[in-house]
């Protein structure tokens, strides 16, 4: 089945430093991918996607590259501000399951000042 | 464009009683939407997918009689908790999803629903 793994947080960083958060994923067709943000209180905003191998995804200075040789969607930042502080999921939606949604586990991303 | 809203945004009941949960599509029509829920510091569960005009699909070990969906329109679906009790309180979120193109899928959320059983 379909599946997303992706880097336990917590993560703490200073401003202005870089920010990688990793990504995998195992899925039965061709999948697309995504990376969602999610504040506190609030619901998921689509950050970026890529729908096909070596499509770059950006939005917000954030970047994510599909891999398909490595099955990665590796989610960088090259400086965060303190508003980049939130909680951050990879997800895949696979048409061999629908296109339905399959979430990693979140990684909870606080940038200090 | 692709809003999607929920009310109420946070409801306390008392155990035993029902509450509902809508999902709106504000600027466009979604035959599809779904329903999750998300515990303290976790990810989004799917709950059941809900389609227009027909009988929701639940996923495995989601009970249906306690968790009632009803798609009546492209752009409303609710989700009624019955029977509340405190292990349901949570965070319900729902989306829908635009009609698919050229096999490309995106979903939108809603702003989330936080449910507590007293």
């Known amino acids: 089945g379909d599946s997303v793994t992706q880097m336990e947080g917590p993560v703490t960083l200073s401003e202005e430093a870089f920010l990688t958060i990793n990504c995998t994923y195992t899925a039965t067709g061709y999948p697309s991918l995504f990376w969602y943000v999610q504040y506190p209180g609030e619901g998921l905003q689509l950050l970026l996607k890529a729908t096909k191998a070596d499509d770059k995804g950006s939005n917000k200075g954030f970047e994510a590259t599909y891999r398909k040789e490595t099955t990665s969607f590796h989610l960088e930042k090259g400086s965060v501000q303190v508003s980049d502080s939130a909680v951050y999921f990879c997800?895949?939606?696979?048409?061999?399951?629908?296109?339905?949604?399959?979430f990693g586990a979140g990684t909870t991303v606080t940038v200090r000042a | 464009g692709a809003v999607v809203s929920q009310h109420p945004s946070r409801v306390i009941c008392k155990s035993g009683t029902s509450v509902k949960i809508e999902c709106r599509s504000l600027?466009?029509?979604?035959?599809?939407m779904f329903w999750y829920r998300q515990f303290p510091k976790q990810s989004l569960m799917l709950m059941a997918t809900s389609n227009e005009g027909s009988k929701a699909t639940y996923e495995q070990g989601v009970e249906k009689d306690k968790f009632l969906i009803n798609h009546a329109s492209l752009t409303l679906s609710t989700l009624t908790v019955t029977s509340a009790h405190p292990e349901d309180s949570s965070f319900y979120i729902c989306?829908?999803?635009?009609?698919?193109?050229?096999?490309?899928?995106?979903?939108?959320f809603g702003p989330g629903t936080r449910l507590t059983v007293l």
């Open positions: 600027d466009f029509q979604a035959t599809t």
């Open positions: 997800a895949l939606s696979d048409p061999f399951n629908d296109y339905k949604l399959s």
């Open positions: 989306s829908a999803r635009i009609p698919l193109l050229a096999g490309y899928n995106e979903q939108f």
